[in-house]
């Protein structure tokens, strides 16, 4: 079973999505820092998605924490040039929807 932290809002609805297809999602609160993405349990998780571009130095943090996370952008924003070459996936909601791409990081 896949374990996935969100951080940031879910306004697509991509955690009910991973959820009906098996996955545990668990949401860092606030901005993300440390204490709420181990609080999330990103030790654990496999996969950490990023809803709001304005979280991506959650990113390096959440690598800290776990450096086999699979990092996945979903977000209409602009992904920061800086933390692009981390990320595994970038992913416009305009694009593909919550159902899609949870099949895709659930596969």
Known sequence: ????????GDPA?????LERQGATVRHAEGTADRPALE????????????TD??????????????????IVF???DSVPEFIRGQAGH??????????????ELLR
């Open 1 to 8: 079973m896949s374990e996935i932290v969100i951080a940031g």
């Open 13 to 17: 609805g991509l955690g009910g999505a």
């Open 39 to 50: 609080a999330a349990g990103i030790e654990d998780a496999d996969t950490l998605v990023v």
């Open 53 to 70: 571009a304005g979280l991506a130095t959650s990113v390096t943090v959440a690598l800290d924490c776990n450096p086999d996370l699979r």
């Open 74 to 76: 979903y977000t209409r």
């Open 90 to 103: 970038i992913v416009d909601p305009a694009v593909l929807d919550p159902d899609t791409v949870s099949e």
